[in-house]
Nanobody
Framework: QVQLVESGGGLVQPGGSLRLSCAASGSIFSINAMGWHRQAPGKQRELVAVIASGGSTVYADSAKGRFTISRDNAKNTVYLQMNSLKPEDTAVYSC??????????????WGQGTLVTVSS
């Protein structure tokens, strides 16, 4: 079993910052890409950012210049630093990871999500 647990969500004022964390645990051989997605009320889930095991990154246009994704491979953890937050960033943020388990089978794992609310 592999689990992803997010933390760091909450209420923040427009222009503020938050740092989300997502830690993977369980029977892990290696982790490939890790990413953050978000789903706002009444909208489809969208990719925010993804980071490969080697550190290369891809961002949604809405995240470029404001959000930074990073990872600590020793801790099996991915982070999302969010700056200059806007009300339209309000959403449930979920992380996912491509995990190779000890049997060398590849699985995709999702966290339960953490709510980010940007409001004055």
């Amino acid at each position: 079993q592999v689990q992803l647990v997010e933390s760091g969500g909450g209420l923040v004022q427009p222009g503020g910052s938050l740092r989300l964390s997502c830690a993977a645990s369980g029977s892990i051989f290696s982790i490939n890409a890790m990413g953050w997605h978000r789903q706002a009320p009444g909208k489809q889930r969208e990719l925010v950012a993804v980071i490969a095991s080697g550190g290369s990154t891809v961002y949604a246009d809405s995240a470029k210049g404001r959000f930074t994704i990073s990872r600590d491979n020793a801790k099996n953890t991915v982070y999302l630093q969010m700056n200059s937050l806007k009300p339209e960033d309000t959403a449930v943020y979920s992380c996912n990871a491509g995990v190779v388990v000890p049997s060398l089978r590849y699985i995709e794992v999702w966290g339960q999500g953490t709510l980010v609310t940007v409001s004055s």
